[in-house]
């Protein structure tokens, strides 16, 4: 039943209707991580769904392939009941003025996986409409794989407009027909949820991770060692470790280890995360909250992604990944 952590209230599957869904119209727009698990997942819970996606759109095929209707953007937001948003953030504010809003039914649910157009109001919807969030706190495929293992990841959902008086239970009830409710549905509002996910996604789990990944094999092979020593070392390595995290927190993970990495840990964690690098953090987060990366993002997308496909073209011609695909090759068993 409901709980409260630490003043957020979780819901679980008995806090939650599904069949608030049935018998309503679903639009589900992009195929992509997210796209096709809520999808799959939605419709394995017997769900009406039919996807939106763009003319000459490479995940056209699939989506049919796994017995959906699919239509032109447009042409799917007509009708609907219930408009989830699943396309790139990038893309989703001029989606809206060209195709979504033309289309989009009175009092129909709008619905997003992450708050950021309308938390940075790229998009404002109509008085009448009916807006949530489902943000699953993990990667799309992992939605569905935990989804058919039995499981699935915990979800924040969120209600920015709510004339109809029932948004909330909406957002439950998608919540849970993706998965959410077996693992947590945790209530919170558009704001926390698009300035935590950015700060998260930039500081630690990703950005941090891979840089902090990254130095580590380079000061090894810089320093002569073998990149696949270094590579062991310094990324394969860490899914294990953080494995043991996820599943006791720092403490199982540190009765795990020897006593010499422990001594280590404490010795030397502080002199990677110095002071320099929490100020870092702080500035990192104040250009969240200020709106400052969100149009950095947008003017980037807009001219093309001078900066994101430099970067990208950079990170896959670097050594780490081309001994890291090495590798993988000698451990079929990690690509399923
Ligand atoms: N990736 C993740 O795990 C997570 C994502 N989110 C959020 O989910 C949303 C979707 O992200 P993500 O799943 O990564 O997106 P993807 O890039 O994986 O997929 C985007 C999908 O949208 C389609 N698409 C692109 N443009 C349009 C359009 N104009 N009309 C209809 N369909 C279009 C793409 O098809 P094609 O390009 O073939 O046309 C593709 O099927 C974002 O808001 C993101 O922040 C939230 C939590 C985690
Ligand atoms: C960590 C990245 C993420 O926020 C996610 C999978 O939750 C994203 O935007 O993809
Ligand atoms: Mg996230
Ligand atoms: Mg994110």
Same mark, same amino acid.
């Given at each position: 039943?409901?709980?409260?952590?630490?003043?957020?209230?979780?819901?679980?599957?008995?806090?939650?209707?599904?069949?608030?869904?049935?018998?309503?119209?679903?639009?589900?727009?992009?195929?992509?991580? +997210?796209?096709?698990? #809520?999808?799959?997942?939605?419709?394995?819970?017997?769900?009406?769904?039919?996807?939106?996606?763009?003319?000459?759109?490479?995940?056209?095929?699939?989506?049919?392939?796994?017995?959906?209707?699919?239509?032109?953007?447009?042409?799917?937001?007509?009708?609907?009941?219930?408009?989830?948003?699943?396309?790139?953030?990038?893309? +989703?504010?001029?989606?809206?003025?060209?195709?979504?809003?033309?289309? /989009?039914?009175?009092?129909?649910? /709008?619905?997003?996986? #992450?708050?950021?157009?309308?938390?940075?109001?790229?998009?404002?919807?109509?008085?009448?409409?009916?807006?949530?969030?489902?943000?699953?706190?993990?990667?799309?495929?992992? *939605?569905?794989?935990?989804? +058919?293992?039995?499981?699935?990841?915990?979800? /924040?959902?969120?209600?920015?407009?709510?004339?109809?008086?029932?948004?909330?239970?909406?957002?439950?009830?998608?919540?849970?027909?993706?998965?959410?409710?077996?693992?947590? !549905?945790?209530?919170?509002?558009?704001? +926390?949820?698009?300035?935590?996910?950015?700060?998260?996604?930039?500081? *630690?789990?990703?950005?941090? *991770?891979?840089?902090?990944?990254?130095?580590?094999?380079?000061?090894? *092979?810089?320093?002569?060692?073998?990149?696949?020593?270094?590579?062991?070392?310094?990324? #394969?390595?860490?899914?294990?470790?953080?494995?043991?995290?996820?599943?006791?927190?720092?403490?199982?993970?540190?009765?795990?280890?020897?006593?010499?990495?422990?001594?280590?840990?404490?010795?030397?964690?502080?002199?990677?995360?110095?002071?320099?690098?929490?100020?870092?953090?702080?500035?990192?987060?104040?250009?969240?909250?200020?709106?400052?990366?969100?149009?950095?993002?947008?003017?980037?997308?807009?001219?093309?992604?001078?900066?994101?496909?430099?970067?990208?073209?950079?990170?896959?011609? #670097?050594?780490?990944?081309?001994?890291?695909?090495?590798?993988?090759?000698?451990?079929?068993? !990690?690509?399923?």
């Amino acid at each position: 039943m409901a709980g409260n952590i630490l003043g957020t209230t979780v819901y679980y599957d008995a806090d939650c209707n599904v069949e608030k869904l049935v018998g309503k119209k679903i639009t589900v727009l992009g195929y992509g991580s +997210q796209g096709h698990a #809520h999808a799959l997942n939605l419709k394995e819970n017997g769900m009406d769904v039919t996807i939106g996606l763009r003319k000459g759109s490479k995940s056209w095929t699939a989506a049919e392939e796994a017995g959906f209707p699919v239509k032109e953007t447009g042409e799917a937001v007509k009708g609907a009941d219930i408009v989830m948003v699943l396309i790139p953030d990038e893309l +989703q504010a001029d989606t809206y003025a060209n195709a979504i809003a033309p289309n /989009l039914k009175k009092g129909a649910y /709008l619905a997003f996986a #992450h708050g950021f157009n309308i938390h940075f109001n790229k998009i404002v919807p109509p008085a009448d409409a009916n807006v949530f969030m489902v943000a699953p706190k993990g990667p799309g495929h992992l *939605v569905r794989r935990t989804f +058919q293992e039995g499981s699935g990841v915990p979800c /924040l959902v969120a209600v920015e407009k709510d004339p109809s008086g029932d948004t909330m239970e909406i957002a439950k009830a998608w919540a849970a027909g993706i998965g959410a409710g077996r693992s947590g !549905i945790l209530e919170t509002t558009f704001r +926390q949820e698009t300035e935590t996910d950015l700060f998260g996604e930039q500081a *630690v789990l990703c950005g941090g *991770v891979c840089a902090l990944m990254q130095t580590g094999f380079e000061t090894l *092979v810089e320093a002569g060692y073998n990149p696949v020593n270094a590579y062991f070392e310094c990324v #394969h390595e860490m899914k294990l470790i953080v494995d043991l995290i996820y599943e006791g927190g720092f403490q199982t993970m540190r009765n795990s280890i020897s006593n010499t990495a422990e001594y280590g840990d404490y010795l030397t964690g502080p002199k990677m995360i110095t002071e320099q690098t929490r100020q870092a953090m702080r500035d990192v987060l104040k250009d969240i909250q200020s709106g400052a990366f969100a149009e950095a993002f947008i003017k980037d997308s807009k001219t093309g992604f001078p900066f994101l496909k430099g970067e990208r073209a950079k990170a896959e011609n #670097h050594e780490v990944e081309k001994v890291g695909a090495a590798l993988r090759n000698l451990m079929p068993w !990690i690509k399923k």
